[in-house]
């Protein structure tokens, strides 16, 4: 299993930035991906993005946020990082941190969640 602990999160205003990051422990190594998701007051939860964790760092994101939301990964470190600028007030959120074994991208792990607002 694998364990995962968000932080980062914070106030900001509208046109900022933020640096989310997503620690993970235990069965790293086998791990297919790691995706970053978000659910807003009163809304579902929606994904954000996701990155590989072997191999090249192949990424895909929402057509939110793509050009302004970066992931990253640091192997070493089991670290996954989400790189949110120029952040609008509906990209405030409790962001999620998800871990998948499989290449169907189902997600069994999840951390705590970190908030982030945005105000205008």
């Known amino acids: 299993q694998v364990q995962l602990v968000e932080s980062g999160g914070g106030l900001v205003q509208a046109g900022g930035s933020l640096r989310l990051s997503c620690a993970a422990s235990?069965?790293?190594?086998?791990?297919?991906?790691m995706g970053w998701f978000r659910q807003a007051p009163g809304k579902e939860r929606e994904f954000v993005g996701r990155?590989?964790?072997?191999?090249?760092?192949?990424?895909y994101y929402a057509d939110s946020v793509k050009g302004r939301f970066t992931i990253t990964r640091d192997n070493a470190k089991g670290t996954v990082y989400l790189q949110m600028n120029s952040l609008k007030p509906e990209d405030t959120a409790v962001y999620y941190c998800?871990?998948?074994?499989?290449?169907?991208?189902?997600?069994?792990?999840w951390g705590q969640g970190t908030q982030v607002t945005v105000s205008s």
């Open positions: 998800a871990a998948t074994y499989s290449s169907t991208l189902q997600y069994g792990y």
């Open positions: 235990g069965r790293t190594f086998s791990m297919s991906g």
């Open positions: 990155i590989t964790w072997s191999g090249g760092s192949s990424t």
